[in-house]
T-cell receptor, first 116, second 111 residues
């Protein structure tokens, strides 16, 4: 079945340093989504990428979708303590009939800690 | 709007006991999902539903059953709990935009 691998598993940074997490899928994706989970909280949707080579920005966060639609990355510039949490990528593949029922395959997540 | 709610928030069971986790959403979403989250494993799909009265197996369905008798509710049942089912359980709902909205989670410990 479809697999989504995410690296690194952990990342410790000093406040102000940059951070990047990478996501690779074993199959071509229809879209990829990113979620953030604060410690003790639940996953919260950040963004969805659909087009090959797409780049989207949200303030200090930059999201990329690879040309082959099999990989993605999230880059945070100048991390802040509020960025602490686990970042998940989640890939969606549509079946032959074009339906997916929104079934996502999640990566293992990258746990980000930020030292002030 | 409350979004997605889950009850209970915490539960401790003994091996062999049964319980039902309730998920409710007020966003009129067609799709609902149950995940479990374990350290280093990400979120794994247990069962999902694409509409009232329908359910389907996800990646890790063994030991669990589900029901969707009403559009807004999705129940997850453990008939005979095992220590391997100790986990944090998240319910989510979504629509054809594919974005999922998660509930606050249920932390379950099976002794």
């Amino acid at each position: 079945g479809q697999q989504v691998m995410q690296i690194p598993q952990y990342q410790h940074v000093q406040e102000g340093e940059d951070f990047t997490t990478y996501c690779n899928s074993s199959t071509t994706l229809s879209n990829i989504q990113w979620y953030k989970q604060r410690p003790g909280g639940h996953p919260v949707f950040l963004i969805q990428l659909v087009k090959s080579g797409e780049v989207k920005k949200q303030k200090r966060l930059t999201f990329q979708f690879g040309e082959a639609k099999k990989n993605s990355s999230l880059h945070i510039t100048a991390t802040q303590t509020t960025d602490v949490g686990t970042y998940f990528c989640a890939g969606l593949s549509r079946g032959a009939g074009g339906t997916s029922y929104g079934k996502l395959t999640f990566g293992q997540g990258t746990i980000l800690t930020v030292h002030p | 709007n409350a979004g997605v709610t889950q009850t209970p928030k915490f539960r401790v069971l003994k091996t062999g006991q049964s319980m039902t986790l309730l998920c409710a959403q007020d966003m009129n979403h067609e799709y609902m999902y149950w995940y479990r989250q374990d350290p280093g494993m990400g979120l794994r799909l247990i069962h999902y539903s694409v509409g009232e009265g329908t359910t389907a197996k996800g990646e890790v369905p063994d030991g669990y059953n589900v029901s969707r008798l009403k559009k807004q509710n999705f129940l997850l049942g453990l008939e005979s709990a095992a220590p391997s089912q100790t986990s944090v359980y998240f319910c989510a709902s979504g629509s054809r935009t594919d974005t999922q909205y998660f509930g606050p989670g249920t932390r379950l410990t099976v002794l």
